[in-house]
């Protein structure tokens, strides 16, 4: 009877252990485990950049940004090749295939902010986000042509300044530390170069002119203020580019003479440059973006930087030398999300990122003193001779939409007709094509003829790009017509 009452009890004790089992397992699952955490998609914002995208340190910013940023942003980087840049960007925009945040070249920002294409930035900026940058940045980014709005902020420039290769001027007979400051002096000695090399392919000077945007335009027309030259009168709102006559037949000469590299209106920038780290270019025009890529051919003479030499002795100081604000970096206003398309804006705006180019070279930031602080210069000999002077400053802004109104301009849409027939007439006088004088007073003349018609139109009016006061050694002082006709109307 016991052994039975046994069997009873136990069975009865494996049944409750059973059901204490069955029906305490799944109040373990639903309450002590966590749920499964479903993945947040990324926010992916497509940019584009003119340059930078290349260099290791940056590509390991921004994967380092899209790794560790908290908004679960993810940036894409738009690979466009640089000699086609704007011509792609155009494309890309008005067909609305255009990056989220992309650098835009300074004189299509008139443009862009008219066509619609840029978002005004003035809500996401607060006071400290605009102290940052210095007043003339402040004032260019707030320029009337802009509608009154904030579409960018520049954070750095670039500067112009005259290379030359120390020992072919000791090969010359030439005083290396004293290089020439006139276009005279200039002639002279790529001259005694060219002679002094004679037989080992050695020239005085080199034009590349096969990249005839930068390079025109940098060794023309931007170091040409430094002698008080500059295509576009601020005084009086007309163009006249009978100022170059004294630089382009410099070149002329040199060119007669022997002392130029030869096929100078097909040579790149990228081949002259190898060509000055190669020791066979005596002295050629650079900016401070040029420096990286020159270093990556490791030049193997001594070399010196100088800042562009004057028309003459009687020019020097006649101007301060143009300084460039680098492509500045916009939001699209079709971006599918604003507010990561603007955090993106303001990562490469930031003093880390910035510091990054400043420290591999890229740029000449101007924001938060970052070329002031010690132990941030990159590691490179002659970049500091780059760094802007108190010689230097940006200028205000010159017409750059007046050629959407040239009868011969095919396609209304933005692209750079305004500065394609200036180049073009350029390399014709240099190739001989067209006369020095009669080539400028034409192209001087379709210039002020395209300013009349644009003059007719709604979106340009000629009084913000006149300023009667205009001092070119102070650019930035002066105030436009326009702003001294508001304020005598209030």
């Given at each position: 009877m016991k052994r039975f009452l046994f069997y009873i009890l136990a069975l009865l004790l494996c049944g409750a252990a059973a059901y204490a089992i069955a029906y305490d397992r799944p109040l373990l699952v639903d309450f002590s485990s966590s749920p499964t955490e479903v993945p947040v998609p990324p926010t992916r914002v497509k940019i584009a950049l003119y340059d930078w995208t290349e260099n290791l340190e940056v590509k390991n910013a921004i994967s380092q940004y899209n790794k560790t940023?908290?908004?679960?942003?993810?940036?894409?980087?738009?690979?466009?090749?640089?000699?086609v840049y704007e011509d792609t960007l155009n494309m890309l925009m008005t067909s609305g295939q255009g990056p989220d945040v992309f650098s835009v070249d300074n004189a299509w920002l008139a443009t862009y902010v008219n066509k619609g294409y840029l978002a005004n930035l003035s809500d996401e900026l607060n006071t400290?986000?605009?102290?940052?940058?210095?007043?003339?940045a402040r004032n260019y980014a707030h320029s009337s042509l802009f509608r009154g709005g904030i579409y960018f902020m520049p954070s750095s420039i670039d500067t112009v300044r005259l290379l030359y290769n120390k020992q072919l001027f000791r090969d010359a007979g030439l005083d290396p530390e004293r290089p020439p400051l006139t276009f005279g002096a200039v002639k002279e000695a790529a001259a005694r170069i060219s002679q002094a090399g004679e037989g080992v392919n050695k020239y005085g000077f080199a034009l590349p002119a096969g990249d005839s945007q930068d390079s025109l335009q940098t060794g023309l027309e931007i170091s040409n203020t430094s002698s008080g030259y500059y295509l576009y009168n601020y005084q009086t709102g007309r163009y006249e580019l009978s100022v170059y006559r004294f630089w382009l037949q410099m070149v002329l000469d040199m060119k007669r003479e022997g002392s130029l590299y030869p096929g100078e209106g097909l040579l790149k920038r990228d081949s002259a440059l190898r060509q000055f780290a190669d020791g066979n270019i005596g002295m050629m025009y650079a900016t401070s973006k040029?420096?990286?890529?020159?270093?990556?051919?490791?030049?193997?003479?001594?070399?010196?930087?100088?800042?562009?030499?004057?028309?003459d002795s009687s020019k020097r100081g006649g101007g301060a030398l143009m300084m460039i604000p680098h492509s500045p970096l916009v939001v699209n206003s079709s971006a599918p999300s604003r507010e990561a398309a603007v955090k993106v804006w303001k990562f490469l705006q930031s003093k880390d990122f910035l510091t990054i180019l400043f420290q591999q070279a890229l740029a000449l930031p101007v924001v938060d003193g970052i070329l002031e602080v010690p132990g941030l210069a990159p590691g490179l000999g002659h970049f500091k001779e780059f760094y802007p002077t108190a010689a230097e400053s940006i200028y205000p802004l010159s017409p750059q939409i007046m050629d959407q109104y040239d009868p011969s301009t095919v396609s209304m849409e933005p692209r750079d007709?305004?500065?394609?027939?200036?180049m073009q007439l350029y390399l014709q006088i240099l190739s001989g094509e067209r006369p020095l004088d009669e080539g400028l007073r034409s192209e001087t003349e379709r210039l002020n003829q395209m300013l009349d018609i644009a003059d007719t139109g709604y979106s340009f009016q000629r009084e913000e790009y006149i300023y009667p006061d205009f001092d070119p050694h102070n650019p930035l002082k002066?105030?436009?017509?326009?702003?001294?006709?508001?304020?005598?109307?209030?």
């Open positions: 940023n908290p908004d679960h942003i993810e940036i894409t980087v738009m690979d466009i090749a640089a000699d400290a986000d605009l102290s940052r940058f210095p007043e003339w040029d420096y990286v890529k020159l270093q990556e051919y490791m030049p193997k003479d001594d070399w010196g930087v100088t800042m562009p030499p004057v028309a007709s305004g500065d394609r027939p200036r002066a105030e436009s017509l326009e702003s001294q006709l508001s304020k005598g109307q209030e």
